[in-house]
């Protein structure tokens, strides 16, 4: 069963910009919700080097309709030079759940 429902995540290198660049596409009803999960430690390589550094993911839960405005917002919002974005589908789940992200993430 596929969904209008999406989950976009990115990753921050600091808890309290985490906590800012969630509440702000709630606040702005780009996304239903969004989850920060815990610290972990990214690998990487960037601009030729191996680099090691302590993230937080959020995850976003919104709609393909809404997912273009909760891009660009990100986009700004972010202080990474190029920020992780990636887009996952949603192809099922709770019926009530799946509504009521629709309708939190519906521009009001």
């Keep these: 069963m596929s969904t ?3 989950i976009a995540q990115t990753t921050i290198d600091d808890e309290g910009k985490a906590a800012l660049l969630a509440a702000g596409a709630v606040e702005r009803r780009l996304a239903a919700c969004a989850h920060i ?3 972990f ?3 990487y390589r960037w601009k030729g080097a191996v680099q090691t550094e302590k993230e937080w993911r959020i995850s976003y839960k919104t709609t393909r309709s809404r997912l273009p405005h909760l891009a660009q917002w ?3 919002a972010h202080d ?3 920020p992780e974005w990636i887009v ?3 192809d099922g789940g709770s019926e009530e759940y799946l509504a009521w992200v629709v309708a939190e993430s519906t521009e009001a």
Aim: no cysteine; aromatic share 6%.
């Design 80 to 82: 990474y030079e190029v």
């Design 41 to 43: 430690t990214a690998v």
């Design 88 to 90: 996952l589908p949603v």
């Design 4 to 6: 209008d429902v999406v």
């Design 74 to 76: 990100v986009k700004e």
């Design 37 to 39: 999960d815990p610290a």
